[in-house]
């Protein structure tokens, strides 16, 4: 029995099926690049063809297309050049906040033949905001009786820019009783504290009024001012103390606002106004004022706007007792936000081949990506079709997908498919998105004429 001639355009064909799929089924390395953020829209970004070693008709002959992570591109390519270009002006506070590298992934699609290059874009900080402290005036109250030595935490300054461009140093302005030192938070912020190098005297003078500087590390360094008024008390010999020096609380991302988060309590052996208590946050960050408010006279801490998981995992927070006679007490709280299966997986078309012939052998119908910003159960997630269909769903890389057909489409026996992709994460309760494509099947000369009668009586 004679095998079957296959003709050198089918042949052709199924090697490119094949050359594709195995294309698809490897990673490329990852390209850098790095620009400084508050650039112009169409900034200069890197030549992509040179990097990758491509000539620039082919990145156009292959459909060279840039993918970015959700639906905001940040990047376009310019197909004439070769050349990365911004899309659009970049604050990098903006899209990273205090997180240091701020890395924006892309990934750059060759659709003929399907090829995946990862991609990394480094915004860095240019010393775009001066150090700023939350109060005008920071009221310190200093016991007469203080022996030299004795350190003091003031309030530290905020400063939205990261690296050598945040606050790096303090200084006070010249006086006959304090200098300055400068520390380090375990998390690299850096915090102030007077230091006592002469004994105060009430009588002598009451009342002292200095100037604390900030100072980043950008060049020219800018600068934040705060007054310190510093009070010098009669003495107080009890200073408050906290019933608990560390406090841990779990919150849930969906806690309504206003709700209760923790009570804390201190207590002070003192009578009068000695021992009368008044709560406050203690050098807190930006993101804990915005969060949180306390009741100076309870203690009790509450929501002041709705937490987001997946935007702050972790707070920690000092709280600060004081009482009527300049002494003081402080306590830690850490507060951990739970994750709530708030968002549904998202889907991102990037290729969608609508009309494929009949008789292809297995071809790609789609390529779309699939994103859940939850954590845990809650962003894993998994993605189908009818099983009934003649199609397949291929994982590619970074939560891509490919959509081929199984075999030859047949359009005598059925010229259109409707494709439901049913993208579900595995929270509780679970999220799913659904979208829904056409796919016509066009015909191919592949029938012949037929009679209907065999013969005919003359």
Known sequence: MEMPVIPAQQKRQVTTIIFLLLLLEVG?????????EERDRGSFV?????????????????????????????????????????????DREELCGDTDPCILHFQLLLKNPVQFIQGELQIQDVNDHAPEFLENEILLKILESTHPGTLFPLQIAQDLDVGCNTVQSYTISTNSHFHLLTGNHSDGRKYPEL?????????????????????????PPRTGTSQVLIVVMDINDNAPEFVQGLYGVQVPENTPVGSLVIT??????????????????????NQVIQAFEINTDTGEIRLKKLLDFEEIKFYRMEIEASDGGGLSGKCTIEIEVLDVNDNAPQLTMSLFNSDIPENAPETVVAIFGISDPDSGDNGKMICSIQNSLP?????????FYTLVTEGSLDRENRAEYNITITVSDLGTPRLQTQHTITLQVSDVNDNAPEFTQVSWGL
């Open 391 to 399: 199609f397949l769903l291929k994982p590619t890389v970074e939560n």
């Open 28 to 36: 490329s390395e990852t390209i850098k690049y790095s620009v400084l």
């Open 46 to 90: 890197g030549n992509l063809a040179q990097d990758l070693g491509l000539g620039v008709e082919e990145l156009v002959t292959r459909g060279a297309q840039i993918l970015s992570r959700g639906n905001k591109q940040h990047l376009q390519l310019e197909q004439k050049s070769g050349e990365l270009l911004l899309k659009e002006r970049v």
């Open 195 to 219: 230091v006592l190098d002469k004994a105060l005297d009430r009588e002598e003078e009451p009342e002292l009024r200095l100037v604390l500087t900030a100072l980043d590390g950008g060049s």
């Open 264 to 285: 804390v309590s201190a207590r002070d052996l003192d009578a009068g106004i000695h021992g009368e208590l008044s709560y406050s946050f203690f050098q807190s960050s």
